[in-house]
């Protein structure tokens, strides 16, 4: 088994790190990695009904869709993540085995953890870790969050979107307690320590275990897959499944409603309604934003297109944008 020491904190780059080493490596493969502030959402989840999108959007955290099913993780640097590739397709959904490790770790910390539920590691009752796993050909991939000393206060304002009804076929998250491994810890040790307890004892209980660095061309193939895929907005957003959104908001220029379906990440089915004052029929934007990306610039760039105060007098191309989201 390949130990993978990797201390990039860039979210995306680990999932392509994950896909890379899926498809090209042959060795089984142990990786923990962290990441800087992000969101990570499952394969078959609605971007947007995940997030707080205000907050997210304000405080420039990355939203990024992983190729395994499940729900939304919050990411930070007090946060390790851990995966396991392996030449075994029969494991899966046999999320025990790949987490027996990290408890046994727990357990030499003094800390009584357990597997609970359907792929989820508990404290006391409250989760820290939550676990996925992603089939290709005859590998397998499972991988999973440890909350070690994460901000939750950030999380919950991260992960919990606002009370906007999303009617969508996606798969929601289900909002858990939670708890940080460091709160139950009898001895004092950061997540650096964690982490290297964690490699030691993989090191030491999995047949033929030997660490290993990414070479410049590993890095390479890598950072292609993230531009490709995990730094893409079709794959992060336009992959959402097909959902609709009706929504209202009071401006100085009346009220605005408005109701749209996303279908492959693109507007479809929309209609103004409201109170405002138009010279000319918003027809002509409703016709305009039809099939466009369901992203805030580029709704923004095709508004400016036109002389908004023709359709809605006094409100502008930023307010209506803020309908969609």
Request: with cysteine; net charge negative.
């Amino acid at each position: 088994m390949k130990i993978i020491l990797n201390e990039n904190t860039d979210l995306s780059f680990n999932m392509a790190a994950e896909e890379y080493m899926m498809k090209n490596f042959d060795d089984d493969v142990f990786m923990l990695w962290r990441a800087s502030r992000s969101v990570l959402i499952g394969k078959n989840q609605n971007s947007l009904e995940e997030i707080n999108y205000d907050y997210v959007k304000e405080n420039n955290i990355p939203v990024i869709r992983r190729l395994s099913g499940g729900g939304t993780v919050f990411c930070d640097l007090g946060n390790t993540n851990f995966a396991f590739i392996v030449s075994d397709t029969k494991s899966f959904s046999d999320f025990k085995k790949f987490t027996t490790p990290i408890l046994e770790v727990l357990q030499e910390l003094g800390v009584d953890a357990e597997f609970s539920g359907r792929n989820d590691l508990t404290i006391e009752g409250k989760k820290f870790s939550g676990n996925a796993q992603y089939k290709y050909k005859n590998r397998l991939l499972h991988h999973g969050t440890l909350l070690f000393s994460s901000d939750i206060s950030d999380l919950s304002k991260a992960i919990n979107p606002k009370k906007v009804k999303y009617e969508s076929k996606g798969i929601d998250s289900v909002k858990s307690r939670v708890t940080n491994i460091s709160s139950h810890l009898q001895s004092d040790i950061d997540i650096m320590d964690f982490s290297k307890m964690i490699n030691e004892h993989i090191k030491n209980t999995a047949d033929n275990a030997e660490f290993y660095e990414f070479t410049k061309e590993d890095i390479e193939m890598i950072t292609k897959i993230k531009e490709e895929r995990f730094d893409a907005w079709e794959w992060n957003y336009g992959n959402s499944p097909k959902y609709s959104l009706t929504q209202a908001k009071k401006f100085p220029g009346g009220i605005v409603e408005i109701s749209f379906e996303i279908k492959n990440g693109k507007i479809d089915k929309l209609k103004f309604y409201g109170d405002f004052f138009s010279k000319l029929n918003v027809i002509d934007i409703e016709n305009a934003l039809f099939n466009a990306n369901h992203n805030e610039e580029t709704i923004i760039e095709m508004l400016n297109d036109f002389n908004l105060d023709d359709y809605f007098k006094n409100i502008s191309p930023e307010e209506i944008a803020s309908l969609f989201f």
